[in-house]
């Protein structure tokens, strides 16, 4: 199982007789599945059916589907005659000919000299018949296009994992800080307290109450539990098949959130750098994200 990226190309040809069907496929990153097929006026029919296929594939991005058809299509035309018309210009000949006191001589060719006496037409292509070709076509294509999807999105998960393996060492670093700032910080306000309590002997049960209170603002256990609880969750997406793109870029916005609720509990500078970097790893994540189907 592997993630997909949403860019790739891929292009597949059949042939058969005179007949040649080339198809395109080209995929762009996208929020949504955005679909444009472009077909040759005749095969218009077969859009729908396209557009099933090319569905199965790919869950989102922008996809451009190109389908082209090359070859002798001369047993599609066949000339007919006009014979209404043709019986009129004879008619008229002849009595031109009576009227005239002139030889009467008409020959095939010159009948079919006279406008639209002869008629070329197209004859409608049997599509049902043709469509095992044009799939074929298609096909390949999307294979090609496929295969390279999964390809760019086995780098994009490596990236992703070595960037997630740092945050978590960067969480970890954070939370083992903590017990040395709480005592840097109780050992703080005890200086402050005796300062400003002068002579005044301080009460040991105060200074703990306070350390507590202290110790109560500066509790970032949920947030750690979360965030690692999300970082477990986004390791797990990086395994799945389909369409996860939506699923990582949700937990980058809730890795984001807690973050800035750890910085805004912890006001230390040493701490403070940590969650910038953790800021810059996942806004560097979140670009690597948009192009995950």
Known sequence: MAIKSMTGFGRGE??????AWGAEVRCVNNRYL???????????????????????TCQRGRIELFLSV????????EVKVHLALASGYRNALQTLAEQFAL??????????????VLQREQKEED?????????????????????????EGDVLAAD????????????????KSIPALLEQRRVVLNERMEKLLGSFQLDPARLLQEVAIMADKTDVTEEIVRLRCHIKQFSLFLTEEGGVGRKLDFLIQEFLREVNTLASKINDATVAHLT????SELEKMREQVQNIE
Not at 70 to 77: F, K, P, R, T, Y
Not at 160 to 175: H, Q, W, Y
Not at 276 to 279: A, G, H
């Open 70 to 77: 090359s070859g002798d299509s001369s047993d599609l035309q």
């Open 127 to 151: 599509l049902e018949g043709l469509w095992p070709m044009v799939e074929k076509a298609i096909d390949e294509a999307l294979v090609q296009c496929d295969s390279m999807r999964l390809q």
């Open 160 to 175: 992703l994992r070595s960037r997630l393996d740092f945050f978590s060492t960067t969480i970890d670093t954070i939370e």
């Open 14 to 19: 059949t042939q058969i007789g005179g007949m």
């Open 34 to 56: 955005d679909l444009k097929i472009k077909l040759p006026r005749t095969y218009t029919p077969l859009e729908e059916r396209i557009r099933r296929k090319v569905g199965v």
């Open 276 to 279: 910038v970097d953790l800021k």
């Open 103 to 116: 030889p009467f001589d008409i020959s095939p060719q010159l009948l079919a000299s006279f406008p639209e």
